[in-house]
């Protein structure tokens, strides 16, 4: 089964990042699915923030991306909600640099 197509991976999610539900930072994640990697970038535009390392565990449908901007490290882990709805989610803990927090981003 290819797995990021049955989750649809691929495509733009939106949502934001925050250490707490006052402190919210809007955010855009670019995903991509070849068939066997998930790539991307956070931000994507002349900032973009590639991925390093993206990974897709389908027995808890939870994805793990790592990417660096700099020599800030970002290390985002979280699980895939509303799996057979278009409006797909995935929400958990966001870390970048010495900060963190929780995020929720919605499959556009």
């Known amino acids: 089964i290819r797995i990021g197509l049955v989750l649809g991976v691929g495509g733009v999610w939106l949502g934001d990042w925050g250490p707490d539900k006052a402190s919210r930072n809007p ?4 995903m991509n699915w070849d068939g066997k ?3 991307g970038a956070i931000n994507p535009g002349p900032d973009a923030i590639p991925f390093t390392k993206a990974e897709l565990d ?3 449908w939870t994805v793990r991306i ?6 800030v490290r970002y290390a985002i882990a979280g699980k895939i909600e509303n799996l057979g709805s278009l409006s797909r989610s995935i929400s958990g803990t966001w870390t ?8 929720k981003i919605t499959k556009q």
Do not use: R
């Open 66 to 71: 790592e990417a660096m901007a700099g020599t």
């Open 96 to 103: 970048q640099g010495s900060q963190k927090g929780d995020f």
């Open 37 to 39: 990697a998930i790539t």
């Open 27 to 30: 955010v855009l994640i670019e």
């Open 58 to 60: 389908h027995t808890t």
